[in-house]
């Protein structure tokens, strides 16, 4: 009897022997809850606040919303004053009952409940200030920068155990970026300092509600993945190629499960030949899977719906035929 998607992804985060090797998040529901609802903006590439007052806008072919933060708009224009100029959402009065019914009718033997926690406690940052504005205050203002980081790290427990006890979510998908493609935004001893001891006091929240940890964050993160391992995140999901996967997977020795490795912008235009895609999903798998623990993907999902549907075909075939063939010890 085939396993489940459920049963598979379990396999291979434990170190088991799957039926095949795929995306972790192929094996999920995410659950829109009045949360995410209530900090989203519509998608029509015009302003509006989100739930914190931030403006940002949504263009119909973007992946996500975008904060535009000016000098006129932003939240909180001086960080030692956050506590005058920052109103933090209220829990109180959302309508769960939507999403307590998809929650409800999710077969969890065959799938996951995922809870989906957007703009972590770096991007609500620089959300609420602007990016160099928040980066200034990071290095120059380094204790009041904290107390925000800590109210923000405050509400987003109490939310966590909200959508825990209205959903019972078995996986959470908290999303940070920490990086660009390039480096990580701050200096790896600035964010052990102020986001990690936060972090790791969230990710004790997620583990107390009897959550699976996925951490996002599609950019380098190389420089503080042990860090991670020591936060208690589960499994990094977003991870780019242009981070030295190999070295990583030795340096955390298999404490850091990952989704990701496929490199999404080399095969996402227009013109990509379908051999360049399979090739891909080949090198991605045959380099990062051996190491056990890996989830094979692409980090953030495609624009072109051509190359995506050729990218899945590939990854359920080869990382069926790969799993036969590379047994587990």
């Keep these: 009897m085939e396993m489940t998607p459920r049963e598979n992804m379990m396999a291979i985060l434990e170190g088991r022997q799957p039926e095949w090797y795929g995306d972790f998040q192929s094996a999920v529901e995410i659950m829109m809850d009045p949360i995410w609802k209530s900090d989203s903006v519509a998608r029509d590439g015009l302003e509006h606040k989100d739930s914190w007052g931030t403006v940002c ?9 975008h904060p535009h933060v000016t000098a006129d708009n932003a939240v909180v224009t001086d960080v030692t004053k956050w506590r005058e100029q920052l109103v933090i959402p209220s829990l109180d009065g959302l309508d769960w009952s939507e999403a307590e019914a998809r929650a409800a009718s999710v077969d969890r033997s065959e799938r996951f409940v995922e809870y989906f926690n957007a703009q972590g406690l770096f991007e609500r940052s620089h959300f609420l200030m602007g990016m160099e504005e928040a980066f200034c205050a990071y290095l120059e203002e380094p204790e009041a920068m904290f107390e925000m980081l800590t109210a923000i790290a405050d509400y987003k427990k109490r939310s966590i155990k909200e959508a825990a006890r209205r959903l019972k979510p078995d996986v959470i998908f908290f999303q940070d970026d920490w990086g660009s493609k390039q480096n990580l935004f701050l200096p790896p001893d600035v964010w052990r300092e102020m986001i990690k001891p936060l972090q790791t006091e969230i990710a004790q929240v997620i583990h107390e509600c009897g ?3 996925v951490h996002h964050a599609d950019c380098i993160c190389e420089p503080i993945v042990e860090d991670m391992a020591e936060i208690g995140i589960d499994i990094w999901q977003g991870v780019i190629p242009q981070n030295d996967i190999v070295a990583i997977q030795e340096k955390t020795g298999g404490k850091l499960a990952m989704i990701g490795g496929i490199d999404g912008p080399a095969i996402d235009a227009p013109d990509t030949p379908e051999a360049d895609i399979v090739a891909e999903v080949h090198r991605c798998i045959d ?14 999902p495609l624009l072109r719906v051509r190359n995506g549907e050729i990218l899945n075909a590939e990854l359920e075939r080869y990382g069926r035929q790969w799993a036969a063939e590379h047994p587990v010890a």
């Excluded at 190491?291 to 993907?297: I, L, M, Q, S």
């Design 57 to 65: 806008v949504f263009p119909p072919d973007a992946p996500g919303k």
């Design 211 to 213: 959550m699976i940890y």
């Design 287 to 300: 380099t990062y899977c051996p190491a056990g623990r890996f989830f094979p993907g692409a980090p953030a």
